[in-house]
C-alpha cells in the first residue's frame, strides 16, 4: 500500500512561512493530481491546493495569494509553499494524491500539524 509521506509542520508566528513536502513511499504511476488539504479542530477537512500533472492549479479562496504549490512530477513530490501565515491556518494538513488508469485510486498521508501562534 503505497504511503504519502509529509514534511515541514510545525509552529510558525502570524506573518511567518513555513514549506510542506509530500512524498510517496514508492513510485506511483499516472497520478493525476496532488494536492493539500487541511482539518483544523472542530471543522471538515476542506482544500488548501492542488495540482495536476500538467500544471494546472487550484486554491481555496482564503490561501489566494498567500500560498503556492508546485510539484515535481518525476518523483511524484508535491510542495505547499505557505507565506504571510495567519492563525486562522492553523491544522493538519493532509497530502493527497489521485492515481487513475481506468479506475481512480486516491491515496491520503498520515497529516502535518502547521500552528500559527504567536
Known amino acids: 500500500q503505497v504511503q504519502l509521506v509529509e514534511s515541514g509542520g510545525g509552529l510558525v508566528q502570524p506573518g511567518g512561512s513555513l514549506r510542506l513536502t509530500c512524498v510517496p513511499s514508492e513510485s506511483i504511476f499516472n497520478v493525476a493530481a496532488m494536492g493539500w488539504y487541511r482539518q483544523a479542530p472542530g471543522k471538515q477537512r476542506e482544500l488548501v491546493a492542488r495540482i495536476t500533472s500538467g500544471g494546472s492549479t487550484r486554491f481555496a479562496d482564503s490561501v489566494k495569494g498567500r500560498f503556492t504549490i508546485s510539484r515535481d512530477n518525476a518523483k511524484n513530490t508535491v510542495y505547499l509553499q505557505m507565506s504571510s501565515l495567519k492563525p486562522q491556518d492553523t491544522a493538519v494538513y493532509y497530502c493527497?494524491?489521485?492515481?487513475?488508469?481506468?479506475?481512480?485510486?486516491?491515496?491520503w498521508g498520515q497529516g502535518t500539524q502547521v500552528t500559527v501562534s504567536s
Open positions: 493527497n494524491a489521485d492515481q487513475v488508469f481506468g479506475i481512480r485510486l486516491t491515496y
